[in-house]
Structure formats: C-alpha cells, structure tokens
C-alpha cells in the first residue's frame, strides 16, 4: 500500500506536460527563466533612464543622481549620461 500512496502524491511528468506544456530540460528552464529576467531588467533600465531624464530637465544635478543612486556623479553620468547624449 506505501507504493500505492507515494504514486498517487502528485502529478505525474507525462500528466504535468499535457497541462502545463512541454517539459523542460533544465538548461531549457534556465535559458527561459534568464530570458525573462532579462526583458524585465531592460524595461527597468529604460525606467529608471526616463527618470534620470526627467530629474535633469527639471534642474538635479549629477551629485544629486550619484546621490539617489548611492554613486558618485561620474558613476551616475557613466550609467546614465552616455546614453542621454553626454549631457554634462
């Protein structure tokens, strides 16, 4: 009866693919899951850019981005500046 009980716990691999699509090699899933993780990250870098761009119109200065990144300004303009055209 032990077999029994451990072979009805939960889904089996066959019955996990057929609700959940393929199953995946676990190189796969990390090439999937760093992919997302990825895209995620790119659309937060263009978030924090237009924030960036939007502080430096409104007058802040490189200090005061260095200081909201916890980074100098010359790290902050490193980061942000080259991609708003080198706006010093």
């Given at each position: ?15 996990q693919a057929s609700s959940q ?25 263009r978030t924090l850019l237009l924030a960036v761009e ?35």
């Amino acid at each position: 009866m032990v077999c029994m009980a451990k072979a009805r716990k939960g889904p089996t691999r066959a019955r996990q693919a057929s609700s959940q699509g393929p199953v995946q090699s676990p190189r796969e899933a990390l090439v999937a899951e760093v992919a997302r993780y990825e895209l995620a990250r790119q659309g937060l870098e263009r978030t924090l850019l237009l924030a960036v761009e939007v502080g430096r119109a409104q007058g802040c200065s490189w200090t005061d981005v260095g200081e909201a990144f916890n980074v100098t300004r010359q790290a902050a303009f490193q980061r942000f500046g080259r991609k708003m055209g080198g706006q010093a």
